[in-house]
């Protein structure tokens, strides 16, 4: 630590090293001197030997090894006197550079969301999205701007694929809380049976849906909510397990709460409330989303087995597709376009980070 001693005692150092050097000075004049030199020929003699004294106290300066500590000292002292004087121009350049570095390390973070960092699930890197390669020909409603197969094709394809070591499917709703008077809309999910499970998400405090949950004329087997959800409505309160909430004016129980950190499988759209798939006609009686084959608003993903890769899923999916489709070709399908409903191939696409149309 001699270092932090030299910095702290800078100014005796300064006083001790000016005397050694007029002591030098001073003994080589007087070898001079004796030499028979005049005193102001000896005096000029030895400073032209020494070299400039102020050229000998930057290098003996050098030697202590803070001089750059010294500088630095130096420049911000005078920095901060001439900021003084110029009050108003140092307010506007500490405000341009606070709003410079705030405005960049805001777009940083909304990049590093949406386009750099993965899912917050277990190894993200096993997700595939699972899509339609061409929909050209495609028919229908569709629900989601996000890639989509109708409910009838996701049980379908739920019940008879071999690709994927599990397969999840969620559909976005906006859900009603209020139980009378002016309508308060949360983001809701329609989530299948093995959403969180297949996801690799435990939950933070109850239970997440199991496929037993989501069974057709299930009603409303409860409700699973996020973790800044259950922050701002129920402010963090543990014995919220059990307790009903309403839901489109119908009461569903919280049977859990996920952890912070999942905010759903769309990257822009953090959901509050999710229930199975099977509870749609009951949330929503006015159209029964379960039964048709031309609503388009189930996304779906699959966690790939080991050692499995895009290539090889996709590969499997072509070739199980034409069984799928055949099988869940709409009744009242146009029949201009049935040729390309039943050309139709599911495809695997990268699934790590979601997906988003933010990000689009």
């Not at 108003?88 to 805001?106: P, Q, R, Y």
């Not at 809309?185 to 496929?211: E, H, K, N």
Request: glycine share 10%; charged share 20%.
């Amino acid at each position: 630590m001699n270092w932090l001693g030299r910095l702290l005692n800078r100014q005796r150092l300064e006083r001790e090293l000016g005397k050694e050097l007029d002591y030098h000075l001073e003994r080589q004049t007087a070898s001079y001197i004796e030499a028979g030199l005049t005193e102001a020929e000896a005096r000029r003699k030895a400073r032209l030997e020494f070299g400039g004294p102020d050229h000998i106290r930057e290098e003996c300066r050098d030697a202590r090894g803070t001089l750059w500590l010294e500088r630095l000292f130096q420049d911000t002292r005078l920095s901060f006197r001439l900021l003084r004087k110029s009050p108003a121009f140092s307010l506007a350049a500490v405000g341009t550079l606070a709003l410079g570095i705030g405005a960049n390390t805001a777009i940083f973070r909304l990049l590093d969301a949406v386009r750099l960092s993965a899912l917050p699930v277990h190894d993200p890197q096993q997700l595939a999205l699972v899509d339609i390669a061409d929909t050209a020909g495609r028919r229908g409603a569709q629900m989601t701007p996000n890639p989509a197969l109708t409910n009838p094709l996701w049980e379908r394809f739920r019940d008879t694929q071999q690709t994927f070591s599990g397969v999840l499917a969620w559909g976005n709703s906006d859900f009603n809380i209020a139980t009378t008077g002016e309508t308060r809309s949360m983001r809701g999910l329609y989530v299948s049976g093995d959403f969180f499970g297949v996801a690799g998400i435990q939950p933070f405090v109850g239970r997440v849906f199991t496929p037993d949950d989501d069974r057709r004329g299930c009603g409303i087997p409860g409700a699973v909510i996020s973790y800044g959800f259950w922050q701002r409505e129920f402010g963090g309160d543990a014995s919220i397990i059990g307790r009903r909430i309403s839901l489109n004016y119908q009461r569903a129980e919280i049977i859990g709460i996920t952890p912070a950190g999942f905010t759903g499988l769309e990257v822009g759209r953090a959901y509050d409330v999710a229930v199975p798939i099977c509870s749609q006609p009951v949330l929503q009686p006015a159209g029964n989303y379960l039964e048709a084959g031309t609503f388009w608003w189930l996304t779906v993903m699959g966690r790939m087995k080991p050692g499995q890769n895009l290539e090889t899923a996709s590969a499997q999916l072509r070739t199980s597709s034409p069984a799928i489709f055949q099988a869940e070709l709409p009744s009242n399908y146009p029949a201009e376009n049935i040729k390309d409903y039943l050309n139709f191939k599911l495809t695997a696409k990268p699934g790590s980070d979601g997906v988003s149309v933010l990000r689009e």
